[in-house]
Nanobody
Framework: QVQLVQSGGGLVQAGGSLRLSCVAL????????VGWFRQAPGKEREFVAR????????DYADSVKGRFTITRDNAKNTVYLQMSSLKPEDTAAYYC???????????????WGQGTQVTVSL
């Protein structure tokens, strides 16, 4: 089973940018479709973005479309989430998730990262 290790995140002012990374250990990441999710205090986890196994397809939540970009480098076993024009409402713990089965649009994942906090201040 693949292990996902996240990095990036932190504190940024509104309008700023951050990049999150999700590295896969133990398996070739090219076998996995990958998604990013976030969860703010007191709220349910929500979908942010997802990318297909070779990166040819991507999908975004309406709330981040045009501001966030998901990409992947399978040679580095890494998926990135570039976040720009950040807003206070983007503040949350962000998680990457991966699955080696199912289509891109599936909501099921069988591996999760440890999470990383993103805080956007006014």
């Amino acid at each position: 089973q693949v292990q996902l290790v996240q990095s990036g995140g932190g504190l940024v002012q509104a309008g700023g940018s951050l990049r999150l990374s999700c590295v896969a250990l133990g398996r070739a990441f090219s076998e996995y479709r990958v998604g990013w999710f976030r969860q703010a205090p007191g709220k349910e986890r929500e979908f942010v973005a997802r990318i297909s196994r070779i990166g040819s397809l991507t999908d975004y939540a309406d709330s981040v479309k045009g501001r966030f970009t998901i990409t992947r480098d399978n040679a580095k076993n890494t998926v990135y989430l570039q976040m720009s024009s950040l807003k206070p409402e983007d503040t949350a713990a962000y998680y990457c998730a991966a699955a080696d089965y199912g289509p891109l649009w599936s909501t099921e994942y069988n591996a999760w990262g440890q999470g990383t906090q993103v805080t956007v201040s006014l």
